[in-house]
């Protein structure tokens, strides 16, 4: 009884290292920040709201309810949470088994005994490896992070998710517009090319400007099947996103529509919110708490365990005076029971090198955890250059694109008049062309620099409490299959979150 009451009362021993948060490499402030990109706090969590466009909202309400790679995340965190509950089994009786048996006997004959006889028998068996050294709190530990780093790779697919939602409708938004300009000149070079054509009827000119004006026409017709092909591309991707076959999606996303146009100001915070809003930060952490408990768990099995077992039974057969019947009796009962204890001795080294692989796996997680702190503070200047510079260049564009209008206009009064050649109305249109093109791939790329930015800021993701982690229709094909009692019910009130005054993340409830 002492030593059973030396290893309960050094049940609370918990070997290995407690988790400690590296420190992050962050700036104090954006390098690129300037007019238009504040550092003020912003409610990111439906940041596509920003563009005003209704279509872009049920979009992304569609995606977020049907896609299937969000799916399979959400299943991932139900996949954590049945494993958490194994691994919190471990603290309990590891072994406990009810058995039975029958058996029917050839034996050796005597005056006292039957030649053949049966036998039968039943017991408890139970067997508690004590938690001597917190192997298995350590275990346990190592189980909870991992359920928090499903969570935080499910909200880093949601903010994927959203962001490639609402890249693909700008991308779709876009070639549309570049569409309808190619079209307009299109139209303009076709009368061109009445104009030529008649004045080479005439005689007033030669076809050299006949057959300058079709090579620019049929050139320009040409872009319109390639823009089409990208356009379809998009509109399928879309589809894809939104859980559907590819498919036209001309009725969900209506006509007329013009580039989801950028707001005045866009607030970009400061550096160190990164650090909680980012998921694929929390999962980058999550996974090196998870391992570290690991380090612990392979430092116990350096140390004796120590366990309490317990045998017992009733065992009877009728070779002699008795029957099966007295199976029950005071007399068949047997039972063993007592502590004990082993130590793996004599490993050649080979557990304290274990100890090492799982130090080693730690301190790749950590590394990786301070690579992912950096390539996100990255891509957020990345964004805000890419979204301020756009604009910068939008400026100009749409400048360049008056100007070769106005350009055009008077080429061709001046041809129709005498004034000047055809060239000058075939550089004037081919100007045209390509300014309005570029003007309106940079419209896009403001609206696609500033998605990027949201998603680098890793907004979006804090929407999910209003939303299973598995879609209702899922979660009742599962109960059909398997009993999940009420672990399908998993949802953001019983996932512990990060401490916000502590920027901790709560230990589990040993």
Known sequence: MLLVGSILSGGCTVIGPDFETPQANLPQQWNDAGSGVSEQQYDYSQWWQVFQDPVLNTLVETARSQNLTLQIAGLRVLEARAQLGIVTGSLYPQSQTVSGNYSYNRGKETPLTDKYFSQA???FDVAWEMDFWGKFRRS????????LASVASYDDVLVTLTAEVARNYVQIRTLEERIRLAR?????QQRSLELTTNQFETGSVTELDMQQATTQLRNTQATVPSLQISLDRFRHALSILMGMPPQDLADMLGSGSEIPTAPAEVAAGIPAELLRRRPDIRQAELQAVA????????????????SLFGSFGWNVNNAGQDSLGDLFNANSFAFSTGPAFNWKILNYGRLQNQVRVQDARLEQLLTNYENT????????????????????????RGESADAAKRSSDLSMLQYTEGVSLYQSVLDSNRSLASQQDAYAQVRGNIAINLIALYKALGGGWETRTDMPFVPEEVQQKMRERTDWGDMLDISDDNVPVLDPDTDRWPAPDW
């Open 121 to 123: 028998g039943t017991g």
């Open 140 to 147: 346990l530990e190592s189980a909870d992070a991992n359920l």
């Open 184 to 188: 307009e000149n299109i139209a303009i």
């Open 291 to 306: 391992q570290s408990a690991q380090v612990g768990v392979a430092s116990a099995e350096l140390l004796p365990a120590f």
């Open 373 to 396: 702190v950096l390539v996100a503070a990255g891509e957020v200047e990345d964004a805000i250059s890419g979204f301020m510079n756009s604009r910068a260049e939008a400026v100009y």
